[in-house]
């Protein structure tokens, strides 16, 4: 379930940036850059220190230099490769867009916040993608809640409009309720990966 809210903001010695809030309990914020000051020098910088930040993430050749994860949360992702089709099949597909650069974040929920998970999406004007997975505790070895929201991140990668698929009969695009987008692709990512992550876990 995605929340949407849409503002326009002037950011200091930058061009007009278009930002896009979608929240719920895993939640996407999509932030649209065309300016090419400010906001391209840190697309460029986060471009040439991705390599360099991901090559001390794993010590095996096979981590994608794209995906950046916290030590604590590797080993888990790990188990999750190893037990699940469906994760893997992301993990392929992330790892060989270029121009999407994911790194995920342990941070502590605010008292007011009702999320589990959220990411935060940067759109630059060149096509580069930035995505921010916050993932909060207690739920940070979530196999679900991971998947669903490397699915969002794949459908950005897709150029998925959920604004105008909402409209589009059989898009899976939906409103839950007035401020409300989601996926049926991201919710059954997400089921998918949790089925067969616990039906190896039970199955051993």
């Not at 503002?7 to 914020?29: A, F, H, N, Q």
């Not at 010590?59 to 190893?82: A, C, E, Y």
């Not at 060149?126 to 196999?143: A, E, N, Q």
Request: one cysteine or more; a positive charge.
């Amino acid at each position: 379930m995605l929340h949407k809210r849409g503002i326009e903001t002037k950011e200091p010695g930058g061009d007009m940036i278009l930002r896009k809030l979608l929240c719920s309990t895993s939640c996407v914020v999509l932030i649209s850059i065309q300016s090419t000051g400010l906001a391209q020098k840190e697309n460029l910088i986060s471009r040439s220190n991705a390599s360099q930040v991901a090559a001390n993430e794993s010590s095996k050749p096979d981590w994608p230099v794209n995906i950046i994860v916290p030590r604590g949360v590797r080993p888990f992702m790990r188990t999750m490769l190893d037990r699940s089709p469906t994760f893997r099949h992301q993990w392929e597909r992330i790892a060989v867009v270029r121009q999407l650069l994911i790194r995920v974040v342990v941070r502590t929920p605010s008292p007011n916040c009702g999320c589990r998970a959220f990411s935060v999406a940067e759109h630059y004007a060149d096509g580069f993608i930035r995505i921010t997975v916050y993932l909060l505790p207690p739920h940070v070895k979530d196999p679900e809640l991971i998947a669903h929201e490397f699915e969002h991140a794949l459908e950005q990668a897709d150029g998925l409009n959920l604004k105008a698929l909402v409209n589009v009969k059989g898009s899976g695009v939906y409103l839950s309720d007035e401020d409300y987008f989601e996926t049926l692709r991201a919710r059954r990512a997400g089921d998918a990966v949790s089925n067969e992550f616990f039906s190896h876990h039970v199955g051993k």
